[in-house]
């Protein structure tokens, strides 16, 4: 059987959609029989190969690569098998050699304590974050320049990305436009936020077909009045259809937030679907206040917020803290989500759940204690203490209307102030400081498995499994 990629006609592009740069496409035609094919990018280790195949048969492909390594040559060996079970073995050399990557590191350094929970977290994927850049368990770039996006939401739904595009300001505020896309940076389909406003840090998914996106007005010309609002824009996930919006704005007027924040600057840094309740989950950095919708209305179901503050966000539905004079409540904090770890099972019933969310404890006097101002107030100037983010798992009682402190991790020598995730990674936890440019995995006793000091700045980061990576091919 003849060599197929070698004398058959081939060609090669790298960086495909111009956005990707460790991405390549193989275009094989004109075969005399139909093949599938499957490939593997050979890692600088063996237990970072990366490969992908398909089951159907053809005479012509464009093969997807990726998880090329930077400025460099990078080995990928195919199988090409026939419908009567024949193989053949071939292989290519793919040269990223001259690329241009920026101010983002080609490599990074994790420093390992447990190598049983580092291999059951990134060593099972490539660790994802800010401006769509990833790495692998060695630290070596994977995934580079998705898109310039620098507070990319980090989520997946089925096989693609929700990107932003036509960014303003220098700091990467907002966005025009969402892309669905897949890894190798190829537009499936085109979110148009409305005139007058911009996508504005996440976006979650119902299940049910439904989209729901962030928003907030055109931050290029803020006035102390009318700084960023508190939207949320529904769309038809499968067509880009818009379906309705909300705003949420009055209902931060007149309400303490912290002092770090800007005149009538209110809007919203996380969202998250809960399928099994019905539930969309909010969180507004300034108010520190976690906020529960339904998803269907956008009315406010329930909030937790911290009952010290002088005035809150609908006080009536605040659940009630157990054991208050222990409780922790976040200072800032970001993304909240369902904790589905075994550890915590006793809160995973139709009517509990565990919630865990990363604390910034953005705006802090050296006790711990928040500094706060109220909402129409110009920013104080206040310089917050310079302490340590933490990573904390509430448990929620829908029944009881309570709210249980489950856990508390304090991330050290990681100053975060305005930024910064944590994400489950099965039994195991993954949190990201961004200011600091470090994450650590850890697990439910506080044990620390690994850590990485030497990130570029990122949003928010994120491991996905292999499984993962070669769904959003």
């Given amino acids: 059987m003849e060599n197929i990629v070698k004398i058959r006609q081939t060609r090669e592009l790298v960086n495909p959609f111009g956005q990707n740069k460790l991405s390549a496409i193989i275009s094989i035609s004109s075969l005399p029989f139909p093949v599938k094919y499957s490939y593997t990018v ?28 930077a400025n460099t040559v990078t080995t990928v060996e195919f199988v090409f098998e026939t419908e009567t079970g024949e193989q053949v073995f071939d292989s290519l050399q793919i040269s990223t050699e001259g690329q241009n990557y920026g101010n983002i590191p080609t490599q990074i350094t994790f420093t390992v304590n447990d190598q049983e929970m580092f291999e059951n977290t990134i060593g099972q ?50 966005a025009r ?77 007149g309400r303490t937030v912290l002092a770090n924040t800007a005149q009538n600057d ?10 099994d309740y019905d539930i969309l989950i909010t969180y507004s950095r300034s108010a ?6 339904d998803p269907d209305t956008g009315d406010i179901i329930w909030t937790v ?21 222990n409780f922790i409540h976040g200072n800032g904090a970001h993304t909240p989500f369902l904790t589905t770890n075994s550890v915590y099972s006793t809160y995973n019933t139709p009517t509990r759940f ?76 993954s949190a990201t400081a961004a200011m ?7 697990d439910t006793n506080n044990n620390i498995g690994a850590r990485c000091d030497d990130l570029s700045s990122t949003y928010r980061s994120r491991v996905f499994t292999y499984d993962q990576l070669r769904s959003l091919i």
């Fill in 42 to 69: 050979i890692g600088k280790t063996e237990d970072t190969n990366f490969t992908y195949g398909v089951d159907t048969f053809s005479q012509n492909f464009d093969i997807p690569i990726i998880g090329l390594y």
């Fill in 305 to 325: 917020q911290d009952p010290s503050y002088d005035v809150l966000i609908a006080p009536e539905k605040n659940f009630t803290a157990i054991d208050p004079d």
């Fill in 354 to 429: 565990a919630l865990t969310l990363f604390d910034n404890r953005s705006c802090c006097y050296p006790d711990g204690t928040a500094a706060l101002k109220i909402m129409e107030e110009p920013d104080t100037g206040f310089v917050p203490a310079d302490i340590s983010p933490r990573a904390l798992v509430y448990g929620i009682d829908l029944d009881a209307k309570t709210v249980e402190l489950l856990n508390s991790l304090d991330i050290e020598n990681a100053r975060t102030q305005y930024m910064g995730s944590v994400f489950e990674n099965g039994e195991y936890y």
């Fill in 288 to 293: 520190s206040a976690i906020i529960a919708l």
């Fill in 177 to 253: 436009q969402l892309y669905k896309v897949n890894i190798l940076g190829e537009i499936k389909l085109k979110y148009q936020v409305p005139e007058g406003f911009f996508h504005h840090h996440d976006v979650t998914f119902d299940g049910k077909g439904n989209l729901y996106v962030l928003a907030t007005q055109d931050p290029r010309n803020p006035t102390d009045e009318e700084k960023d609002m508190a939207l949320i824009f529904k769309f038809d996930e499968a067509t880009g259809e818009f379906l309705w919006s909300r705003d949420y704005s009055s209902e931060f007027m």
């Fill in 266 to 275: 209110v809007h919203f840094n996380t969202m998250e679907y809960l399928k």
């Fill in 125 to 174: 994927g490539w660790m994802l974050g800010g401006y769509g850049n990833g790495y692998d368990k060695n630290g070596d770039l994977r995934v580079a320049n998705l898109y310039p996006y620098q507070l990319w939401n980090v989520k997946k739904y089925d096989d693609s990305f929700y990107m932003a595009d036509d960014v303003v300001m220098e700091i990467d505020a907002g």
């Fill in 436 to 442: 600091a440019t470090t994450v650590i995995f850890y």
